[in-house]
């Protein structure tokens, strides 16, 4: 198995989770309301699975190793265009984040802001994972030997394995007060 095969099986489930979304958002528009708790489950999602643990493999290892390589014009143009997305990615989620806290407050003008907020969600990550699909990963193979390919694979599964812990500490984290 190459490096980017995990990367791109975490690309499926993402598209599964943002055509959930897509459904929901056809039921929120025309009932005009909104479930938090669905909110919070797709949140959980895009933090915990979409952004910790696969854009964290993408880049504190895939793009970490790349930037240790002398790479074309182009691939590190389309390297800081996916960078960047990742970063448009987050801030979209805390705006969510905010949205949904103002609208268990009763704001009313908070639903306009989940509905916004989640159709940004599923237009921009069928696109990012297009473009590293398609794009970018078939362009940085030629920068590894498959020895290099196959350690990058390695520490992906160890990176997999932390994740588990550190998303249940982070659960007790919150909970436990004293
Ligand atoms: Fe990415
Ligand atoms: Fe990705």
Sequence with gaps: MQARAPLMIE?????????????????IESTQEVDPVFVDTAVDFIR???????HGKEEDILFRDLGKRDLSAQDQRVMQELIDEHV?????????????A????????????IISRLRTITEFYPEHIE??????FPSCRAYFNDD???????????????????????VVDG???G
Excluded at 88 to 100: E, K, P
Excluded at 102 to 113: C, I, K, S
């Design 11 to 27: 690309h499926r489930l993402i598209e599964r989770m943002i055509s959930v979304i897509k459904h929901s958002l056809t039921q």
């Design 48 to 54: 915990i699975y979409a952004d910790r643990t696969h």
């Design 88 to 100: 448009f990615g987050r801030r979209t989620t805390q705006a969510l984040v905010d949205a949904n």
């Design 102 to 113: 103002r609208y268990r407050n009763g704001d009313e003008t908070a639903l306009a802001d």
């Design 131 to 136: 473009k590293e699909d398609k794009v970018f």
């Design 148 to 170: 290099e390919d196959q350690a990058m694979l390695k520490e992906f599964r160890e990176f997999d394995q932390k994740m588990i812990h550190e998303k249940y500490k982070a």
């Design 175 to 177: 909970l436990d007060t």
